[in-house]
């Protein structure tokens, strides 16, 4: 954990970035959907989801009509496993 606590860190924006994202994400929905609470477990990642999605060129981007369909294509993927 301390070497993904040093990666979370950089300055700059990488592709783990967006997986991270997409899984803390997923994450907080199923403890929602099912009572759970286990994203609370890495507030790291929590926080560095929080500071990603505050990102002005991030938040322009989930804006997007690409955004929205890929992030669809993608709900559809999981949904079906």
Request: hydrophobic share 35%; no cysteine.
């Amino acid at each position: 954990m301390k070497r993904l606590n040093e990666i979370v860190r950089k300055s700059y924006i990488a592709y783990l970035d967006f997986i991270l994202t997409e899984f803390i994400e997923r994450a907080s929905k199923i403890d929602e959907e099912i009572g759970t609470n286990i994203s609370k477990d890495y507030p790291n990642l929590l926080a560095h989801t929080k500071k990603f999605l505050e990102l002005p060129q991030i938040q322009k981007y989930r804006k997007t009509d690409k955004f929205k369909a890929n992030h669809q294509d993608l709900q559809e993927i999981i949904s079906k496993l």
